[in-house]
């Protein structure tokens, strides 16, 4: 925080020159509040010049010269770190960053005389420790020093310890952050938390897991504008960091003026979201792979779609706990219906639904209830043929022996795998079948845009769609589930990929 209390945008510049590190800050100087100086990446010969940095920029800088046991380059004995510390104590640095396991009494008495202030910091890039509050909290501090944890979550059981601990009760000055997927909602939610700083990266770089580069901080996450009485809504999957959904609620929620930000948390545990949404104050969530069926046993009440669907993507706090809903329905109907030409077109309609997952189960779903008549496919028949008796339809397995079935049932054609979906760009999970051109073609991939599947049946002349309307549409549906307000229409035309 400054003195006004905003919690700092600090750059991360990990080179190899000094020139280089001016020019990193001198090129986001726009978006930040200060930056730090790796000086561990530093060749020798540049080291020795080190000190001349904070007059080549007019942003106040960290010194930190990082450990390799601390996850950074340093591997040279203490002693000769210790001299580099000395004079960076003196030289202008705004702040020196010194382990809470070292003990430099001179180090530290010239930071006093200089007013360099200290961050003490702990890392620990194997995992959280045990009782990291209380370790935070007997930091040997003195005066105004900063106390820093950056720790390596690998769970949501994790992510929740960090949270606990950085809401201890006597803990002033501090900046507690989760490195990696699983911590990243400690970066962008720096403020509401309470965090000095959050540390970020040259765009592209990553200098530590989890960074994220300032433009996208403060330009998508409206990281100025978030702070203790912002709510939080966010994305919950495993994996998540792939996600475009903060690019497409945050704008909104910037036009219509809501104290309100969108964040991809990586969830392994559905139970544990409960008390993820405790301590973030976590209003509303989308819900993607693998949760959209095992979140439904935390909800206090769903509705029809989700309890005929079995399958919940969307979370809002009503009264009790989470409302569940499913966006991805009517996003698929409404998105189908502009393909394929109407309600009566569809009804009777023989359809192939590829796959028996979690949007499997949506699309199955929205096809009955309109009258088609479906065939499901998939890998795992057992799972094909669970979710067809649920539905009343047939199924077979997704092989070439199928092929008479798929004939039959081929007049439109759903494909909900992730086959084809990055990484899996090379995959096709209908390669043996071969396209008339008169079939209806709807791939819910959109990345990427046109999956194998999807250009191999526009090239024989099919009517094609891929997910991104859909995926737009369910999330119209959710802001407006989350906001009580249409998505405005001004953010429709926003690049999403
Ligand atoms: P899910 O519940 O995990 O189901 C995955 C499905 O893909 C299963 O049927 C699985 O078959 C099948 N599969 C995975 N890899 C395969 C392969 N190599 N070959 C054949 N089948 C394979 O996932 P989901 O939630 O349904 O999501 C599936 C896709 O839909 C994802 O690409 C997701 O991005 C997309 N999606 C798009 C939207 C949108 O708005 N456009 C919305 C939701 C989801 P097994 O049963 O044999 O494992």
Redesign the pocket.
């Known amino acids: 925080m400054n003195s006004t209390g905003a919690t700092q945008v600090c750059l991360t510049v990990a080179e190899k020159t000094i020139a280089k590190m001016v020019e990193r800050i001198t090129h986001d100087r726009k978006y930040i509040d200060m930056a730090e100086v790796r000086a561990d990446y530093l060749d020798q010969a540049e080291l020795a010049k080190v000190t001349n940095l904070p007059r080549l920029t007019d942003v106040p800088l960290i010194f930190t010269i990082r450990r390799t046991r601390d996850g950074g380059k340093w591997g040279k004995p203490e002693n000769e770190r210790k001299p580099l510390l000395l004079r960076a104590a003196a030289a202008g640095f705004g702040y020196l960053d010194l382990e809470a396991d070292v003990a430099f009494a001179d180090v530290e008495a010239r930071c006093r005389q200089a007013g360099t202030r200290i961050i003490r910091s702990i890392h620990d890039v194997a995992g959280v420790p045990a009782e990291l509050g209380s370790i935070l909290r007997n930091l040997p501090r003195r005066g105004d020093e900063i106390a820093k944890a950056a720790v390596l979550p690998r769970s949501t059981a994790d992510l929740i310890s960090i949270l606990r601990a950085s809401g201890e009760p006597g803990l002033k000055t501090k900046i507690v952050l989760g490195m990696g997927p699983w911590g990243f909602p400690t970066r962008v939610l720096a403020a509401k938390l309470g965090s000095f700083l959050t540390f970020c990266s040259p765009a592209g770089m990553e200098t530590a897991p989890g960074h994220v580069d300032p433009e996208t901080l403060i330009e998508t996450y409206r990281f100025r504008s978030i702070s203790a009485s912002t709510e939080v809504y966010c994305i919950i999957a495993n994996p998540v960091m792939h996600s475009r959904s903060p690019w497409i609620h945050n704008p909104a929620f910037e036009s219509a003026g809501l104290d309100a930000v969108y964040v991809p948390v990586q969830l392994d545990e559905p139970r544990a979201f409960c008390e993820l949404a405790r301590l973030l104050d976590i209003k509303g969530a989308s819900v993607?792979?693998?949760h959209?069926?095992a979140v439904r046993k935390i909800i206090v009440k769903e509705d029809e779609t989700v309890s005929a669907a079995g399958?919940c993507?969307t979370l809002f706090a009503a009264d009790g706990g989470f409302h569940g809903t499913n966006t991805?329905v009517p996003?698929?109907t409404s998105t189908l219906l502009a393909l394929a030409g109407g309600k009566q077109r569809l009804a009777g309609m023989p359809a192939t639904v590829?796959?028996?997952?979690?949007?499997?189960?949506?699309v199955t779903y929205a096809l009955t209830t309109l009258g088609a008549r479906v065939c499901v496919l998939?890998?795992?028949v057992q799972?094909?043929e669970a979710l067809a008796g649920e539905f009343g339809c047939s199924w077979a397995p997704?092989e070439e022996s199928s092929m008479p079935v798929l004939r039959r049932h081929s007049d439109l054609i759903v494909q909900?795998?992730?086959?084809?979906?990055h990484p899996?760009e090379g995959?096709d999970?209908l390669w043996f079948y071969k396209f008339r051109g008169d079939e209806v073609v709807y791939d819910?991939?959109?990345?990427p845009k046109e999956t194998v599947f999807l250009r191999r049946a526009r090239e024989a002349g099919c009517r094609t769609r891929?997910?991104?309307?859909?995926?737009?549409?369910?999330a119209y549906l959710q802001f407006k589930l989350f906001t009580g307000l249409d998505y405005p229409a001004g953010c429709r035309g926003i690049t999403v990929f």
């Open positions: 993607s792979i693998p959209k069926a399958s993507n991805d996003a698929f590829v796959g028996a997952g979690g949007t499997a189960r949506a998939n890998r795992t799972k094909a997704l909900t795998t992730s086959a084809g979906m899996q995959s999970p819910v991939i959109y990345v891929n997910g991104e309307h859909m995926l737009l549409e369910q």
